[in-house]
């Protein structure tokens, strides 16, 4: 456990003294601010105008551009570029020391190669809980404390829902644990396609091929795709705003969690299989 | 001291850090290694060579599990290395093709995940006192891609002896160094070998340097072996490179021109005549030149790795 612990702060060390980990903190943050002061600036006029086609029909009190709702949007917005920052990352964790000849080192001491592999496994993982945290404070915190907690009123496909603003908290803290599951399963992806190829970029490229043809899959109403959808990890990767229903779908939420984590510990399992038997001929 | 103690130093005494047993490598309808073996005895500088493309690195490399033999076992200090690569890796220090590092961090920060590796829990003091030995001192705060190839084997060499290893695998250890690293690495090499008992394989294409270091070594061309043994045994009459100083150029070249040595002639500088000749005929060559009035100043010879390796892997 000593030598475990070892090399994964070793691992830890090398994943945040990388540049390239600053990358995905360095999008966020650009995305998350642009886009606050952007509603900063024209939002209140954007949602005037929606909201003022409802009046007619409801009566809207409070503050409807708030905290919750920016965070609520932020979410949607980057969860799409997210797995790409995740993949920059995890994806050259093995191929990126076996291109550069580093993983000779690594492996010709004492630990073994799963621990090795588990251990960049865990700071991928590490990682990845890193960017969301960050973007979870940027959005919500950071928005809450320029536009304020409100209600937050979003339209479904089942019409419009609003949920009050003492009722958020948990929602975005379960949100935010399924985001985590989510980007896990593409950081896990990535890292056994780093595991399998042999350089820095491939794995990143393969990885992101793999997120948009299923997405692509997955929009489609097709019997030939509805077969395999359920399957598709990035069917369940949008779960999470299935907190913010009312009430909410807490079998389809389990469901679409364990299907995600599934998904890990198959991609996980081959990634062990695989590197144990891989050549090192770099 | 009982008689058990005694077998005991003495079967490590006479036993081998390195044991290869008909290891074989394929990739697809390649082999890259038909069948190699050979021993290592333990305390011994064992050169490892061959020419590009000979298999050597991929020997090394089986024997570092880095990658698995189609055939064949690998034991090291006696113990097969497929059942216990752990405990074997704790004892090897190696620096294989080249020294890479975390080009993003220090030297330091690199020995330090290297320690860290090795379970090695280092002094300030050890640190420097390593620095010092492959002398980067000064320089170890520095982001590695500021290195140049020399200093990464340096830090290579330094990454290697970290964790104190009974056996060090050096892969062309001394490309890169200017002629003063050589030397130094040459001389480190040595004291490790004889005052700490550090059994050494090293490999590298620098063959005076193999001379010079090596105790025993093994030839392999093809996949497999031409040559092994010790080097002395190994290198033969047809091997001298006989050094002839003489006094007067001129009658000097006229002599050598005229005799039946003419075509052994590998070089001449100045008042320095080289040429390849077996042992027996060196007093001839003497004699001739001085009965054809040739001044001698000096007469000497040794026995060349360089044409030994190109005789039986080129057959030259």
């Known amino acids: ?282 | 001291m009982t008689f058990e103690y005694l077998l005991c130093i003495s079967k490590w005494i006479m036993s081998n850090a390195i044991e290869v047993k008909n290891i074989k490598k394929k990739f697809g309808d390649f082999v890259a290694v038909k069948d190699l073996s050979f021993e290592v005895p333990a305390g011994e500088i064992f050169g490892f060579l061959g020419p590009n493309g000979s298999g050597k690195s991929t020997s090394l490399r089986m024997m570092l599990a880095l990658i698995s033999p189609t055939d064949g076992s690998i034991d090291f200090f006696g113990k097969p290395l497929k059942k216990n690569r752990s405990e074997i890796m704790g004892r090897i220090g190696c620096i294989i093709e080249k020294p890479d590092f975390y080009t993003y961090l220090s030297a330091h920060e690199n020995l330090k995940l290297f320690a860290r590796a090795n379970g090695v829990d280092y002094s300030k003091e050890d640190y420097t006192e390593l620095y010092e030995l492959v002398g980067l001192s000064g320089r170890e705060g520095d982001k590695v891609k500021t290195y140049s190839h020399g200093m990464k084997q340096r830090l290579g060499l330094a990454q290697a002896l970290l964790h104190n290893p009974d056996l060090i695998i050096l892969d062309e250890p001394n490309t890169g160094l200017d002629p003063k690293g050589i030397i130094e690495l040459r001389e480190l090499l040595l004291k490790l070998n004889k005052e700490e008992g550090k059994t050494i394989l090293f490999s590298s294409h620098i063959l005076s340097e193999v001379e010079a270091l090596c105790d025993s070594l093994i030839v392999i061309n093809n996949g497999e072996t031409v040559a092994q043994g010790r080097v002395e045994d190994l290198l033969s009459d047809e091997d001298l490179l006989v050094d002839i100083e003489v006094g007067n150029l001129e009658k000097g070249k006229v002599a050598f021109e005229n005799s039946k040595w003419k075509d052994l002639l590998r070089e001449q500088k100045g008042n320095h005549f080289r040429l390849n000749l077996p042992m027996d005929e060196i007093p001839k060559v003497n004699t001739y030149l001085i009965e054809n009035g040739v001044e001698l100043v000096s007469s000497s010879y040794r026995k060349r790795l360089e044409d030994y390796f190109l005789r039986i892997t080129q057959g030259k």
């Not at chain 1, 830890?12 to 980990?21: E, V």
């Not at chain 1, 105008?49 to 609520?72: K, M, R, Y």
């Not at chain 1, 990535?190 to 793999?210: C, E, G, R």
């Open chain 1, 1 to 282: 456990m000593k030598e475990f612990i070892a090399i994964l702060k070793n691992e830890l060390i090398k994943t945040i003294k990388r540049p390239r980990s600053f990358i995905g903190f360095g999008v966020v943050a650009f995305i998350c601010l642009i886009l606050q002061a952007a509603f900063a600036n024209d939002g209140r006029e954007i949602l005037s105008l929606v909201t003022g086609q409802l009046e007619n029909t409801l009566s809207i009190e409070g503050q409807v551009l708030n905290g919750n709702l920016i965070c609520f949007v932020l979410l949607q917005t980057l969860i799409i570029q997210m797995p790409l920052l995740v993949a920059l990352v995890t994806g050259d964790l093995v191929s990126g020391e076996v291109a550069t000849g580093t993983m000779r080192f690594l492996l010709t001491r004492p630990a073994s190669r799963t621990k090795v592999l588990v251990a960049k496994w865990l700071a991928g993982m590490f990682y990845t809980f890193l960017l969301l945290l960050f973007l979870g404070v940027l959005a919500l915190f950071v928005s809450r404390g320029i536009f304020g907690a409100d209600d937050l009123i979003h339209v479904n496909s089942e019409g419009l829902t609003v949920i009050q603003a003492n009722d958020m908290n948990w929602r975005f803290a379960g949100a935010f644990v399924i985001a985590f599951l989510s980007l896990s399963v593409v950081a896990t992806l990535a890292h056994f396609l780093s595991t399998v190829l042999d350089n820095s970029i491939t794995p990143i490229v393969s990885t992101m091929a793999i997120v948009i043809i299923f997405t692509i899959i997955g929009m489609f109403d097709m019997p030939s795709f509805n077969v395999i959808q359920p399957f598709l990890f990035t069917t369940h990767m949008i779960s999470w705003k299935d907190m913010f229903e009312d009430p909410v779908p807490k079998q389809e939420i389990i469901n679409s969690c364990i299907i995600l984590f599934a998904h890990i510990v198959v991609l996980l399992g081959s990634s062990i299989y695989i590197f144990n038997r891989k050549d090192i001929n770099s």
